[in-house]
């Protein structure tokens, strides 16, 4: 089946530009998480959905960091004013909540290079 | 100090080898355990759950120290297909309704013919 899609896959930007990530969760999957991931990192948790609603933002690295999802499948990450430590490949994961233990399956990235 | 601690290695084996690698975690209250598999410029795909009497699936065994908070992950006959970045993660404490996830830098394996 369908698995986790994220658009785009690459995104180059300017400083200063705003820039929009998506992600389409596996339908049904209840939890959705973004994860930003520096180069030789592992991923960093950004913030979690479940379903509409956004229960955790405490990753996120700035109020110019915003994330929705307003009818509980899509989600989108927006990043204002973009700036060059924003640069990372941003992940989207979805889990079905309730199930231990909590497999995330990920979608692919969005790598953004903000110059 | 990192609350998931693993060394980046690299690991470069011969075909055949055993590998251990290990991870630290410093908050006690952490309930879930796991190793991810990284491939080059992939997604992060769960390779698979540890649990605390420690198991197995195929060549991969996963172990977890909870005294020490201390995990593990032995590759026995290791293919050039193991070739790729492990990560240990942890749910963090507290969010075992959530499902947040706390990811080490990861363990790079190059397995060499």
């Known amino acids: 089946g369908a698995g986790v899609s994220q658009s785009p896959r690459y995104k180059v930007a300017k400083r200063g530009q705003d820039v929009a990530l998506r992600c389409d969760p596996i339908?049904?999957?209840?939890?959705l998480f973004w994860y930003q991931q520096a180069l030789g990192q592992g991923p960093e948790f950004l913030t979690y959905?479940?379903?509409?609603?956004?229960?955790?933002k405490s990753g996120l690295p700035s109020d110019r960091f915003f994330a929705e999802r307003p009818e509980g499948s899509v989600s989108t990450l927006k990043i204002q004013r973009t700036q060059q430590e924003d640069s990372a490949v941003y992940l989207c994961?979805?889990?079905?909540?309730?199930?231990?233990?909590?497999?995330?399956?990920f979608g692919p990235g969005t790598r953004l290079t903000v110059t | 100090r990192k609350e998931v601690e693993q060394d980046p290695g690299p690991f470069n084996v011969p075909e055949g080898a055993t590998v251990a690698f290990n991870c630290t975690y410093s908050?006690?209250?952490?309930?879930?355990f796991f190793w991810y598999r990284q491939d080059c410029r992939k997604e992060p795909k769960l390779l698979m759950s540890?649990?605390?009497s420690g198991n197995e699936d195929g060549r991969f065994t996963a172990q977890l120290n909870r005294a020490s908070q201390y995990i593990s992950l032995l590759i026995r006959d290791s293919k050039l297909s193991d070739s790729a970045t492990y990560l240990c993660?942890?749910?963090?404490?507290?969010?075992?309704?959530?499902?947040?996830?706390?990811f080490g830098q990861g363990t790079t394996l190059q397995v060499k013919p």
């Open positions: 994961a979805s889990s079905l909540p309730g199930l231990i233990p909590y497999e995330q399956y």
């Open positions: 339908s049904g999957h209840v939890s």
């Open positions: 959905f479940q379903n509409e609603a956004q229960l955790d």
């Open positions: 908050n006690s209250a952490s309930q879930s």
């Open positions: 540890v649990y605390s």
């Open positions: 993660v942890v749910n963090a404490a507290g969010s075992s309704n959530t499902g947040k996830l706390i």
